[in-house]
Structure formats: C-alpha cells, structure tokens
C-alpha cells in the first residue's frame, strides 16, 4: 500500500496529512474517505477542475492522463506541470507527495 503525503492546505487540511493509499484508488477518493473534503463538483466525472491537485513526489507512478483530463487540466488555477486531476489520478505502487492548490476557478464551493 502506497503512503501519500498531503502537504497543508490552508483550510483543507491544515496540518498536512500522511494516509495510506491502495493501489488503484483515485487520490480523490483517498482524500474523501481521509475526511479531507477536497472539491469535485462534477462527481469525479472529469468534467471540471476543482479536484486539481500537483503532485510534488511520485508523478511518474500514476500513469499518463487520458486526452480529456489534459483538456481540462489546461482550465485548471495554478496549473503546473505536474498536475492532475485528482479523481483520475489513480495511485501506483510509489508513495506520494500531494498538494492541493489554495484556489479553484469554482466561484462556490459545493461542500460536499
């Protein structure tokens, strides 16, 4: 099991975080089910951005991103070269370093 390092965010997790990872789970979920409400206004659908996340360590262990997530990522606040959308990165065999940018271009958060 993979260990993701959530560094802190400023409302989303203040401290930071270490969680451990299965293998094939989307960081998103990871985050959800680690009561870290990171937004994903589209359901995990890719069809928006809010779940963006850049990953600081482990990038080459998640797999390319399918077309549609690069089309998206591209919409993405603060988008950087190693970002993904956290509801289609899926997690490898390698531990993580994550951080979840302080904005969205979601003009309201949905709180789920």
Known sequence: MAQIVILP????????AVLQAPKGRS????????????????????????????????????GEPAEKEEDLLDMAWGLEATSRLSCQALVGDEDLVVEIPKYTINQVSENH
């Open 9 to 16: 965010h400023p409302s989303l997790c203040p401290d930071g």
């Open 27 to 62: 960081i998103c979920d990871v985050l959800l089910d680690n009561d870290i409400d990171i937004e994903h206004a589209c359901e995990k659908s890719c069809a928006c951005t809010t779940c963006h996340v850049v990953i600081r360590e482990g990038f080459a262990s998640l």
